[in-house]
């Protein structure tokens, strides 16, 4: 079963289309949501938590719409977003019974023992905890809800290594059970190389790939080579061509062009294939 699906989505905002978006997330699966600011990744998680409204299409958690059954599809979600949503003003243990309210098996025993491992006061305001402590925080608070499909939108930029580190190690906690699925949208996609399972790249609003991390790095090769070989290969099966003093880059899924002598090629990282993939010309 997928954990999250998304169908022919269309959503049109003023200057911006997400155009005709389609989706398959496994469950038991990271899938890594990556492309330029702007792409569409915000708009298309605003979508899938219903916040946004769609001109066309269909999102589906664990197999269930919102038109059919909205108290399921929102006890199976967490959505963690990229700008923090609660009232600076409460103190951090209001959260707990404002959530216990609200979600009836929100669990306060995980919140609390997370509380307490990142040293986060609960007694403090949220305005006097730091920024990666209140990016902590909401990530707590999300999985506290118990969801099965968890979605992050940028939940470790603007943060220091460690801090980064201990969320990376806090999803990768949540993935032990392999019924959990997580959509996790970054511009650190150095994150994805360590949990990502699935990646779609999306842009101008459209998607460009989704699928297996591993198949990805498999038939793609970055090359690099001189400029008078470049004049020998079939440019056409080159993607995202940089040239510079020192030669020139590019990805291929050729095999022949990654073979031949005088070109080296090595296998790509998450960012290279979207940086390459994205590339803006003249």
């Known amino acids: 079963m997928n954990g999250i699906e998304v169908k022919n989505l269309t959503v049109q905002m003023e200057g911006f289309t997400l155009d005709n978006v389609s989706i398959d997330v496994p469950a038991g699966v990271v899938m890594g949501l990556i492309g330029r600011n702007g792409a569409g990744k915000s708009t298309l998680i605003n979508s899938i938590a219903d916040c946004t409204e769609k001109k066309?299409?269909?999102?589906?958690?664990?197999?269930?719409?919102?038109?059919?059954?909205?108290?399921?599809?929102?006890?199976?979600?967490?959505?963690?977003?990229?700008?923090?949503?609660?009232?600076?003003?409460?103190?951090?243990?209001?959260?707990?019974?404002?959530?216990?309210?609200?979600?009836?098996?929100?669990?306060?025993?995980?919140?609390?023992?997370?509380?307490?491992?990142?040293?986060?006061?609960?007694?403090?305001?949220?305005?006097?905890?730091?920024?990666?402590?209140?990016?902590?925080?909401?990530?707590?608070?999300?999985?506290?809800?118990?969801?099965?499909?968890?979605?992050?939108?940028?939940?470790?930029?603007?943060?220091?290594?460690?801090?980064?580190?201990?969320?990376?190690?806090?999803?990768?906690?949540?993935?032990?059970?392999?019924?959990?699925?997580?959509?996790?949208?970054?511009?650190?996609?150095?994150?994805?190389?360590?949990?990502?399972?699935?990646?779609t790249l999306i842009d101008d609003g459209k998607i460009v790939f989704s699928e297996s991390k591993v198949d990805l790095q498999d038939r793609y090769r970055l090359i690099r080579t001189d400029k008078s070989i470049l004049s020998t290969i079939d440019t056409g099966k080159l993607i995202g061509v940089h040239e510079n003093s020192f030669g020139v880059e590019a990805l291929t899924d050729d095999e022949k062009i990654f073979s031949r002598p005088g070109v080296t090629a090595v296998i790509p990282t998450i960012e290279e294939i979207m940086l390459h993939f994205t590339e803006r010309r003249a």
């Open 56 to 199: 066309a299409g269909e999102i589906r958690i664990n197999g269930n719409t919102v038109s059919e059954d909205r108290v399921k599809f929102f006890s199976d979600l967490a959505v963690v977003f990229d700008k923090l949503i609660y009232n600076d003003y409460f103190k951090v243990g209001k959260l707990e019974k404002l959530f216990m309210k609200i979600r009836p098996d929100f669990d306060s025993h995980f919140f609390n023992t997370y509380l307490d491992f990142f040293r986060i006061d609960r007694y403090k305001r949220i305005s006097k905890l730091s920024f990666g402590m209140k990016k902590k925080l909401q990530l707590i608070a999300a999985m506290s809800m118990r969801p099965s499909v968890l979605i992050l939108d940028e939940p470790t930029t603007g943060i220091d290594p460690a801090d980064r580190s201990e969320i990376i190690d806090l999803i990768s906690d949540f993935m032990m059970d392999e019924e959990h699925t997580v959509m996790l949208s970054t511009h650190i996609t150095g994150d994805l190389d360590k949990i990502g399972d699935y990646i």
